[in-house]
């Protein structure tokens, strides 16, 4: 009674690891796996989007120098080289090139992001551009308008010089020298001026009669100036 076993236990010994094979535990494995695959794929087309708007932004930046400063190779004229009513003609097309440019650098982008990109490198600059752009332009307009207004002058001049004794040439003859003479008063944004205008009309009735006295002298007939 009460008399223990010790009966050996008869068997072959378990020479195998008992791992448990869940279906579950592998899928989760490749899921993870694949995920970082998926955002280094994203990251590293990111970062090419950032570098292909970088490097569009650098092409702009050297075609649109080349449009403005000239071509070395080429030796084309850039805009600002241009002066007086060249540089007025030249304008609307320059700022067209620039447009053109730029379209077309951003149109190569290959997705919305890349487009984006390129936009927000490149928009103070562009900005800075048409402001450069038309500031040249209205030094260029003003210089031509002064050339303009001084020929105009010189023409009256000339009229009064060479045709002292017909009224009717002396008379075109002032008035170029007036209209010049105003213009030039319009141009220095001084038309308002009461004062202004009054002065540059006497400056231009005295100019006028001086050189209608200077060429009557010769011939005597000093007389017809002052009448």
Same mark, same amino acid.
């Given at each position: 009674?009460?008399?223990?076993?010790?009966?050996?236990?008869?068997?072959?010994?378990?020479?195998?690891?008992?791992?448990?094979?869940?279906?579950?535990?592998?899928?989760?494995?490749?899921?993870?796996?694949?995920?970082?695959?998926?955002? =280094? $794929?994203?990251?590293?087309? @990111?970062?090419?989007?950032?570098?292909?708007?970088?490097?569009?932004?650098?092409?702009?930046? &050297?075609?649109?120098?080349?449009?403005?400063?000239?071509?070395?190779?080429?030796?084309? @004229? =850039?805009?600002?080289?241009?002066?007086?009513?060249?540089?007025? /003609?030249?304008?609307?097309?320059? /700022? %067209?090139?620039?447009?053109?440019?730029?379209?077309?650098?951003?149109?190569?982008?290959?997705?919305?992001?890349?487009?984006?990109?390129?936009?927000?490198?490149?928009?103070?600059? %562009?900005?800075?551009?048409?402001?450069?752009?038309?500031?040249?332009?209205?030094?260029?307009?003003? +210089?031509?308008?002064?050339?303009?207004?001084? $020929?105009?002058? &010189? *023409?009256?001049?000339?009229?009064?010089?060479?045709?002292?004794?017909?009224?009717?040439?002396? %008379?075109?003859?002032?008035?170029?020298?007036?209209?010049?003479?105003?213009? %030039?008063?319009?141009?220095?944004? *001084?038309?308002?001026?009461?004062?202004?205008? /009054?002065?540059?009309?006497?400056?231009?009735?005295?100019?006028?009669?001086?050189?209608?006295?200077?060429?009557?002298?010769?011939?005597?007939?000093?007389?017809? +100036? @002052?009448?």
């Amino acid at each position: 009674e009460g008399i223990p076993s010790n009966s050996p236990q008869v068997g072959v010994p378990d020479r195998y690891q008992h791992i448990p094979a869940v279906p579950d535990a592998f899928g989760a494995s490749i899921a993870e796996g694949t995920a970082r695959a998926g955002q =280094g $794929a994203l990251a590293a087309g @990111k970062y090419f989007g950032q570098v292909a708007a970088q490097d569009a932004a650098n092409q702009f930046h &050297e075609e649109s120098n080349k449009i403005l400063y000239g071509d070395l190779e080429t030796v084309q @004229k =850039g805009f600002y080289a241009l002066v007086g009513d060249e540089a007025l /003609r030249a304008a609307p097309g320059v /700022r %067209k090139q620039l447009d053109a440019l730029h379209g077309r650098l951003r149109g190569g982008m290959l997705t919305g992001d890349q487009q984006q990109s390129f936009g927000e490198r490149t928009f103070r600059y %562009k900005s800075a551009l048409d402001a450069e752009i038309g500031r040249h332009y209205a030094t260029q307009f003003k +210089a031509y308008g002064n050339a303009t207004n001084d $020929a105009t002058i &010189e *023409n009256g001049l000339n009229l009064i010089r060479q045709h002292p004794d017909d009224p009717e040439m002396v %008379k075109q003859g002032q008035d170029l020298i007036m209209r010049g003479s105003i213009g %030039k008063v319009q141009l220095a944004g *001084n038309e308002g001026s009461g004062d202004i205008v /009054r002065a540059a009309s006497d400056t231009a009735r005295a100019a006028a009669a001086e050189a209608h006295i200077e060429a009557l002298i010769p011939a005597g007939k000093v007389g017809l +100036a @002052k009448s």
